[in-house]
């Protein structure tokens, strides 16, 4: 049931649209003045990083840009001489100029891939057509600029067509214009017509803030850039409506969104990034606020340590390969940006790397902090975010991330199936993965296989996922989840969860012996009278390569070792029905996985370990010793004992 105040917001919003659509706004002449001078010198920041690696790589890819090359997501479209602003490229499919409130945008099979088209309609690339100006001062990068913005407002009038659909979308646009404006705008030759359009695209984001439809990380993209639209361009009459508007959403979400471990709660590890840096922005604008900052600071820890000594992100739930600013997804690994900006935007300490500076914080905080020492110490610390329900473990260049977590707030439609799934780095290689995400709405059968429980390492009982799939970004009946224990020490670390779901109850603890350098997995299942087939999954980068029976060898050299035990047959395969991975969205690709599977009586216990130490034929066999009050797993020479309790100690 909607409130009063909801359908009171809807009412104007729908009015304020019908007259925009009817008449839309005229900025003043008298408005379209310079930009407020908030933002730092692009032209100091640009002549220091004129011969660095990472002036090459825009020039480069603004040269891509030119030819109507695009990096898009996890794709490259080549777009002709004439691009098409409503067409998806993909599925060949595009939309008409009609009222855009009446375009189901979610209908792949009328409108193809809404992510694709509007992800080129971001105008990020024209960010780096004016980047790469600074740097070469080669006048046709500008010229394309004037062109397809003289090309998309021809096939875009204000609120028809597709790329009005939504308001994320138009302000990640604005957000664009805005850096073009800032990197070039004295040297565009269709200025006025931008900040008129600028301007249309602000009102149009004061009256359609998704405060009701999607109050997450679109209503923090609308708010930050309805505010940076306020503080930037003092000129335009609605100006300081719009800052103090956009800066008390920003302040409102900043409480309701993010949790006291820092972690957003839509239980994303990419959207992390994307909100960390939306509220970052906001930080530039509106100044500094201990209370704020420390919050702020929270968050880029979380980050930090999801990211690990690998400084590279497993993938939680939903990744649309998407960025806030900067390079095209895969030209960098998400996140070492957003960390190096935090940690010299917020100055807490944290570590940043030197060469993550150049994509984001030079030009959101200045050229002075090029010449800044990189921070990289900071250790290897094991904790827990109990908001988030994640457990990270780590020593010795290894990382394990237990995700102990609840489904994400409302709906949960960026959460994936995948509570209490386990995802291993080890000295910067990826050894246990996440698959990632591939689509949102092209095909309902992929979106719900990547986001399944199948598709992460993890239990599925009787084929079916932890929650119930509705929509695409909608799901049912989640787990209860919860935390039974946690304990780390120089010597181990010790995680211990469970997760019930349709009768069913599994429960995974994980005890990381540092010294030993061995990871031990026990999966325990519950569940009423009957034969269930019960799965485990473990999804691999590489392929393991089998050694004896439940016994394997991986990573790039085949030095860890992975055993198995407790029954069950083993799968292992690439492609087909389980082994698949994306890397982008729009993208996928076969991958390994092992599958163990049984149709049993329940209660059963099945096991995994993983030895990283150097890989000594006899010593990977796992094996089971259950007593009447604990379970005994031997891995090798390794024994430790699972009391049912939840106590876990070593056996020496």
């Not at 100091?44 to 825009?58: F, G, I, N, P, T």
């Not at 055993?563 to 690439?574: D, N, R």
């Not at 066999?621 to 939840?646: K, N, P, Q, W």
């Amino acid at each position: 049931m909607r409130s009063s105040r909801e359908i009171a917001f809807r009412l104007r919003q729908e009015i304020s649209n019908l007259r925009m659509w009817l008449r839309p706004p005229r900025l003043p002449g008298s408005a379209s003045g310079p930009m407020a001078p908030k933002l730092p010198d692009a032209a100091q920041v640009a002549e220091k990083l004129r011969d660095s690696a990472y002036a090459r790589q825009v020039v480069s890819l603004a040269d891509e840009i030119l030819a109507h090359r695009f990096r898009l997501l996890g794709l490259v479209l080549d777009l002709g001489d004439k691009i098409d602003w409503r067409r998806d490229a993909v599925h060949n499919k595009a939309t008409g100029l009609v009222y855009s409130r009446r375009i189901p945008y979610l209908d792949f099979e009328r409108f193809g891939d809404h992510k694709i088209i509007w992800e080129l309609n971001r105008h990020q690339h024209l960010v780096i057509l004016a980047q790469a100006f600074l740097f070469t001062s080669r006048e046709e990068f500008l010229r394309e600029t004037d062109g397809q913005l003289t090309s998309w407002w021809q096939q875009n009038p204000p609120l028809q067509g597709v790329n009005w659909c939504s308001a994320l979308e138009v302000a990640f646009r604005a957000l664009s214009w805005i850096w073009l404006d800032h990197l070039a705008g004295r040297q565009l030759g269709v200025r006025d017509q931008l900040l008129e359009s600028l301007y249309q695209h602000g009102c149009h984001l004061e009256s359609n803030l998704s405060l009701y439809f999607s109050p997450n990380t679109h209503l923090l993209g609308e708010a930050v850039t309805l505010e940076a639209l306020g503080v930037l361009y003092p000129g335009f009459p609605e100006a300081q409506r719009w800052k103090r508007s956009g800066a008390r959403v920003m302040e409102q979400e900043l409480d309701r969104q993010v949790r006291a471990d820092g972690s957003h709660f839509e239980q994303s590890s990419y959207y992390q990034i994307y909100a960390l840096d939306f509220f970052l922005l906001h930080r530039l604008l509106s100044g500094a606020e201990p209370a704020r900052d420390e919050k702020l600071g929270r968050m880029a820890e979380y980050l930090e340590s999801l990211m690990g000594p690998s400084r590279r992100l497993p993938l939680l739930g939903d990744d649309d390969s998407g960025r806030v600013f900067g390079l095209p997804f895969r030209c960098s690994e998400p996140g070492r940006a957003t960390l190096a900006t935090a940690a010299n935007l917020l100055d807490q300490g944290l570590a940043f790397h030197q060469d993550d500076l150049a994509e984001q914080a030079a030009w959101w905080l200045g050229s002075e902090i090029l010449d800044r020492a990189e921070a990289t110490d900071r250790g290897e610390s094991s904790r827990v975010y109990t908001g988030a329900g994640i457990a990270v473990l780590q020593a010795a260049g290894i990382q394990g991330v237990i995700d102990g977590g609840a489904f994400g707030a409302g709906t949960a439609g960026h959460s994936h199936s995948d509570t209490l799934s386990l995802i291993i780095h080890a000295a910067g290689e990826e050894i246990l993965i996440d698959p990632g995400t591939y689509t949102y709405v092209s095909d309902v059968r992929w979106r719900n296989w990547f986001r399944g429980s199948a598709a992460h390492n993890t239990i599925r009982v009787n084929g079916r996922d932890q929650a119930t799939p509705v929509s695409a970004f909608r799901w049912a009946e989640p787990p209860e989840v919860k935390l039974l224990a946690w304990g780390t020490t120089l010597e181990q670390d010790y995680f211990d969860g469970v997760c019930r779901y349709g009768g069913f109850e599994h429960r995974r603890r994980v005890v990381f012996l540092k010294q030993d350098l061995v990871m031990l997995v026990l999966d325990e299942i519950q569940g009423p009278p009957g034969a269930h087939l019960v799965e485990q999954f473990w999804h691999f980068a590489l392929p393991p390569q089998k050694v004896a029976d439940g016994q394997y060898r991986i990573g790039r050299e085949n030095r860890i070792r992975f055993s198995i035990a407790g029954g069950g047959q083993v799968e292992g395969t690439e492609g087909g029905e389980h082994g698949w991975r994306s890397l982008g969205l729009g993208q996928k690709e076969p991958a390994p996985v092992l599958r163990v599977h049984d149709t049993c009586e329940l209660p059963v216990r099945w096991a995994a370990s993983f030895g990283f130490g150097t890989w000594q034929a006899g010593t990977s066999e796992l094996a089971f010793v259950s007593s009447g009050d604990s379970i005994c797993l031997r891995a090798g020479e390794i024994s430790v004992r699972f009391f049912h309790d939840g106590d876990v100690a070593k056996i020496p």
